[in-house]
């Protein structure tokens, strides 16, 4: 009789089989369950059902399942009715059931629960005589129809704007009585709804509602299998990691009683605050109600300590009087069973060395314990409850750091709104959340107006369909910044995220209309000017103006940070354009940049007109006259990067876009062009014709630029020198690498090589001193990657740019991937967007290859990774694995790849470390 494989485990005070320890055969909930019972804490009995059965049920079918569990099944049913001294289906005093489905990984909201199992129009009688209360019987035998009707029998809305077919009933017979609470509903109105839900079900579904307690206990076992293969929980899974395979478990559980008056209750209850990680117990409760009444919002929920009692009445401006009287905590209502849950709370925390989130019933004056899980927090309340955890002594360093999800510290960096006014905000639009944060700001559509207005001292919000560099600056005055089109890496997403700033892209309801400087979203247009708020942790869009409060390296974040430090193997360093940049990502912690763009320098004030004026340039002399101008300002720029980053090395990347990005397209700025330079139109229109190219990505770009016109690299490579020599002469520390993109030959590095080395040694001749750097390339192109031994014999470092690296070995152009790309997810053919998160498997072997060459041919060569993937947690951790020296990543991300690096590390045991510099052998002076 009994099966080779044991399917059902069964909890409860006279026997427990599982244990915490057994999540993915039980389930979180079930092996909880049982962990609770071995420590001692009153739990209603009950067995749970393995994931492995739900597999069987999957892969064979309910009948092969059916066949399997039988025997287990009323094995434990029986230990059931025995522990509680009622028989389920015994019409007189019938043992209730609850089933509650619950998977390895929590998965919220996913699979429903159904409650009071085994009544029935004889039941119902029974329960009601016994329990001598007839509205708390037909209370339990209506939410069991309405929650077994949906969950098991599929009678759901049929569409997106019906409401549920049940709720609408209750409403219609509350209007009728003329009351607005469920708990004002007397019994005749609770057997009316039991009849008139039993009719619906008739009515829709063409079946009567099961009266056979077995028969509705395999209904509902099946129907959670069955739940764990419906397409929202396959979306939830796949947006979330969790294997198909996995399945859930079912945990059948005698039913205790909220709704049995005045001294029974539900509720929930943490051991910190999970918004602000304070060590404060606190939860809420809800007299004579049951199950998920207290988060369903039906009635306003009665706080479980007189403290939190006494806050919540503040917010809620409820005073001390009226608090008392009608909203009094448990603390106060129920002394004893305060004490008990405090207790539960604090052995189940102490047990588990974490945050719990619990649930509770109190059945006529007794407390049972019905759930207990690591609770889900916020960034901040992560941060917190591992720091203070770790001076508590219940948890080591390397733990405190593994529970903070570097992702989350998101929420630390950036403003946020205030939390009340946001509450009561209305949300317009949806868009991508490309970099988080909180703005808010007057609408404006052109970047150039955005510096007007700012300089006027207003604040902007810059709405465009979407941006290109020539808006940079007008990006970096606004607070945020909002797109109608382009994905996670258009170009504002990616600009926007370097600068730290709030941006939403692809917002693709809001219409733009430039001519009319109006924005519409659906009827409602909006003028510029018009206030408008952004979240770009969510991608909403709000109407008006939404009050931000500033975020910063609170004390408990920089301990966390300090923490990393000691754990962590990879350096990291920031990619940093400015000195203001540089600014930000040194107080972030990074120790280097390890990517100064240097074309971003070329749009700040008038620069761009000898920008300009060196593309039009019809020969080598007119470049050298327009290129003679900019030298002075970019010297000036890396003076800045060098007095910031004092002591920390800073890589300096030559011109690397295609010259087409800095001359206006559209006619009217051609115009204004050929004004101010004094040119005919005509001649911009056919340099601009001639800059053409099909695909700039793959165009006139990187070190092919430098290899046309080396007076471009020799003016930069002189600009460096020159402020290396200024600044170590004012006593800075001075750690400069110049750095040449998208190499592809050892010739084209050579080529460039000799023109820095050359232009350097010129300068160090005309100074009469010296001063050591660095001369390295970036590894992007796959081809540098396959021949990066012949490159490191030329080359001292490489910085591997991880963004061109993917598109180039992808074949994927970064700006269209955004049209399949999401196919590819949802199909699974990428398990992730390869532009956020590494492709360890193509462009990871290339990085793992070159770095092994690199090694080979240059022992101790320094190798780092600047593209985007160098903020990602996941890449981080690859990275270290590839025994790289550094990431370098945004500023706003420094704290997020310190913290992965030190989880890498943890993870996955530290190599030795290694010199911050590397040991690349000093450049000759030739
Ligand atoms: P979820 O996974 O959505 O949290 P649960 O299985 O925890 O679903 O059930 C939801 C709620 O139903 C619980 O919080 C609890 O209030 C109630 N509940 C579940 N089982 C029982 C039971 N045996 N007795 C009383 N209430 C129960
Ligand atoms: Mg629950
Ligand atoms: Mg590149």
Not at 79 to 94: C, I, L, Q, S, T
Not at 602 to 617: N, P, Q, T
Not at 722 to 748: D, H, Q, S, Y
Request: charge should be negative; hydrophobic fraction near 40%.
């Amino acid at each position: 009789m009994s099966s080779p494989v044991k399917y059902v485990y069964a909890f409860g005070a006279a026997l427990t089989e599982g244990e915490a320890a057994m999540k993915n055969l039980l389930g979180g909930k079930g092996a909880n369950l049982a962990e609770m019972c071995r420590l001692g804490i009153t739990v209603p009995p009950g067995f749970t059902i393995s994931t492995e059965a739900c597999t069987e049920f999957t892969d064979k079918g309910q009948a092969h399942v059916f066949e399997l569990i039988r025997d287990e099944v009323a094995q434990g049913v029986a230990r059931v009715e025995g522990e509680m001294g009622k028989r389920f289906g015994d019409p007189a005093d019938p043992l209730l059931l609850s089933v509650r489905s619950g998977a390895r990984a929590s998965m919220p909201g996913m699979m429903d629960t159904i409650l009071n199992l085994g009544l029935n129009d004889e039941a119902v009688v029974g329960l009601a005589r016994k329990a001598n209360n007839e509205r708390f019987a037909w209370d339990s035998y209506r939410r069991f129809i309405q929650m077994y009707g949906d969950v098991v029998m599929g009678l759901k809305p049929v569409s997106k704007e019906e409401h549920d077919p049940f709720e609408v009933i209750i409403d219609m017979v509350k209007e009728k009585r003329g009351v607005k609470l469920d708990t004002d509903l007397g019994t005749d109105d609770l057997k009316e709804l039991v009849q008139r839900f039993k009719s619906l079900i008739r009515a829709r579904i063409g079946r009567d509602f099961p009266t056979d307690p077995w028969e509705q206990l395999w209904g509902a076992v099946f129907a959670v299998f069955e739940s764990w293969n419906n397409d929202r929980a396959k979306v939830y899974r796949e947006l979330n990691d969790i294997p198909q395979s996995w399945g859930t478990a079912v945990n059948v559980q005698a039913m205790v009683f909220g709704n049995l008056g005045d001294s029974s209750a539900t509720g929930v209850a943490f051991s910190r605050d999970a918004g602000t990680g304070e060590d404060l117990f606190n939860g809420e409760f809800l007299i004579n109600a049951q199950g998920e009444d207290v988060v369903a919002g039906v009635r306003t929920p009665q706080q479980i300590s007189r403290l939190g009692s006494q806050r919540w009445a503040q917010l809620a401006l409820v005073n001390e009087e009226e608090r008392r009287s009608q909203f009094p905590s448990l603390e106060e209502l129920m002394p004893d069973i305060y004490q008990q849950l405090l207790k539960a709370e604090t052995l189940l925390e102490n047990h588990f060395r974490d945050m719990q989130d619990m649930e509770f019933t109190i059945q006529e004056g007794k407390l049972w314990m019905l759930q207990t899980r690591n609770g889900k927090r916020t960034g901040a309340a992560m941060v917190r409850i591992a720091v203070e955890m770790l001076k508590q002594g219940m948890i080591d360093e390397k733990t405190a750091l593994l529970r903070v999800a570097p992702e989350r510290l998101n929420e630390l960096l950036h403003p946020v709104f205030d939390t009340h006014a946001v509450k009561a905000a209305k949300v317009i639009a949806r868009g991508l959340p490309a970099s988080p944060g909180a703005a808010t700001g007057q609408i404006v559509f052109f970047a150039d107006e955005a510096e007007e207005w700012v300089k006027q001292g207003k604040v902007v919000i810059l709405v465009r369909l979407e941006t290109s560099p020539e808006d940079l600056r007008g990006m970096s005055v606004a607070q945020g910044i909002l797109t109608a089109r382009g994905g996670m890496t258009s170009h504002a997403a990616v600009v926007a995220r370097g600068m730290g700033k709030c941006c939403i892209s692809g917002a693709g309801a809001v219409h733009v209309d430039y001519k009319a400087r109006t924005m519409t979203i659906g009827d409602t247009v909006y003028q510029e000017g018009d206030w408008l708020s952004l979240d770009g942790s969510t991608g909403e869009v709000f109407e008006g103006r939404i009050p931000t409060v500033e975020a910063g390296l609170s004390g408990d974040f920089g301990a966390l940070m300090a923490l990393t430090d000691k754990y962590k193997r990879l350096h990291v360093r920031a990619n940093a354009d400015t000195p203001d940049d540089a600014k930000v990502a040194r107080n972030f912690g990074a120790t280097g940049i390890g990517l100064c763009r240097t074309e971003h320098m070329f749009f700040a004030g008038d620069r761009i007109l000898a920008v300009r004026e060196m593309i039009l340039a019809n020969d080598e002399a007119g470049r050298r006259k327009a290129l003679a101008k900019l030298l002075p300002m970019q010297r000036g720029d890396f003076e800045g990067m060098f007095r910031e980053m004092n002591g920390l090395p800073v890589t300096i990347r030559l011109l690397d876009p295609p010259l087409h990005e800095f001359i206006p397209h559209d006619e009217a700025g051609q115009r204004t062009m050929a004004n101010e330079m004094g040119v005919p139109l005509g001649k911009i229109k056919m340099r601009v014709e001639e800059l053409h190219e099909f695909n700039p990505m793959m165009g006139h770009r990187g070190c092919r630029l430098g290899i046309s016109y080396p007076e471009i690299t020799e003016m930069q490579a002189r600009a460096v020198i020159e402020a290396a020599l200024n600044m170590k002469a004012r006593g800075f520390e001075v750690k400069a690498e110049i750095m040449v993109p998208l190499v592809g030959t050892v010739r084209e590095f050579d080529a460039q090589a000799k023109v820095i080395r050359q232009t350097a040694a010129a300068v160090f001749a005309e100074r009469g001193e010296q001063l050591e750097y660095l001369l390295g390339t970036m590894i992007e192109t796959p081809r540098a990657a396959v021949i990066a031994d012949s490159i490191a014999r030329q080359a001292e470092f490489f910085s591997f740019g991880t963004n061109d690296l993917t598109q180039m070995t992808l074949g994927f152009s970064r700006d269209d991937a955004g049209k399949f790309l999401p196919d590819y997810l949802r199909k699974g053919i990428y398990e992730h967007d390869p532009f956020r998160s590494i492709d360890q498997k193509g462009v990871g072997a290339l990085v793992e290859m070159a770095v092994r060459k690199g090694q080979q041919a240059r022992p101790g060569i320094e190798t780092g990774v600047c593209g985007e993937h160098g903020g990602d947690p996941a890449s981080v951790e690859f990275f270290h694995g590839a025994g790289l020296d550094y990431v370098s990543c945004s500023p706003f991300r420094v704290p997020i790849a310190r913290l992965a690096a030190a989880q890498a590390a943890i993870r996955g045991g530290a190599p030795a470390p290694r010199a911050p510099r590397g040991g690349g052998a000093p450049t000759p002076l030739n």
